[in-house]
């Protein structure tokens, strides 16, 4: 089955203390992003990747850090975590074909609490 | 950068109603996707519609990108229906999908 996987998918975790979030897709799919969902602002990008080893910033990138060392996995980190980092966050794959047409497909979630 | 407006930003409805949920988007799209996002917080792909119409079940979804919108129609709707439906756009190579701030929908049995 063509999926995006996320773990874990709750945390509850302390300030300061790092955390890595995972994602990971079976479509063989180029491109990659990570986007937070809060409260009246919608879904935002975090970071993306275009292949293995190319790295973007997106909108919110302050306090995040991602790798993408193989194509399937892109892991969210998390160095130093602060309770406004608390959100819901998604991890969303799709091929590379025409210019960002392709459909996105987006893992279940991860529900993040800093205290 | 580009606007992504949702209306009605509220909806309840009783089952069996129908509904119709409007995008509006500020510069010309070449992605456009809704979603439902389930009371479990996951998103679950509903149409990817750049242009024209398509229907899966009771849901249909039309867009017109000429004038900048896409409709979202939900017939004889069920309590199953409840949840948050987003409309999401990116444009030209740009990898960032835009979402709407969302639109909640309430059916009562």
């Known amino acids: 089955e063509a999926q995006v996987t996320q773990n874990p998918r709750y945390l509850i975790t302390v300030t300061g203390k790092k955390l890595t979030v995972t994602c990971s897709q079976n479509m063989n799919h180029e491109y990659m992003s990570w986007y937070r969902q809060d409260p009246g602002l919608g879904l935002r990008q975090i970071y993306y990747?275009?292949?293995?080893?190319?790295?973007d910033k997106g909108d919110v990138p302050e306090g995040y850090k991602v790798s993408r060392k193989e194509k399937r996995n892109f892991p969210l980190i998390l160095e130093s975590p602060s309770p406004n980092q608390t959100s819901l966050y998604f991890c969303?794959?799709?091929?590379?074909?025409?210019?960002?047409?392709?459909?996105?497909?987006f893992g279940p979630g991860t529900r993040l609490t800093v205290l | 950068g580009i606007q992504v407006e949702q209306s009605p930003p509220d909806l309840i409805l009783q089952e069996g109603a129908n509904s119709t949920l409007r995008c509006n988007f500020s510069?010309?799209?070449?992605?456009l996707q809704w979603f439902h996002q389930n009371p479990w917080g996951q998103l679950i792909n509903l149409f990817y519609i750049p242009s024209g119409t398509k229907q899966n079940g009771r849901l249909s979804a039309t867009t017109v990108a000429t004038e900048r919108y896409s409709l979202l129609y939900i017939s004889s709707s069920q309590t199953t229906d409840s949840g948050v439906y987003f409309c999401?756009?990116?444009?030209?190579?740009?990898?960032?999908?835009?979402f709407g701030k969302g639109m909640k929908l309430t059916v009562n049995p």
């Open positions: 990747s275009m292949n293995v080893e190319v790295t």
């Open positions: 969303a794959s799709r091929d590379k074909r025409d210019r960002g047409t392709s459909l996105r497909h």
């Open positions: 510069d010309s799209v070449n992605n």
């Open positions: 999401a756009v990116s444009q030209g190579g740009s990898e960032k999908l835009v």
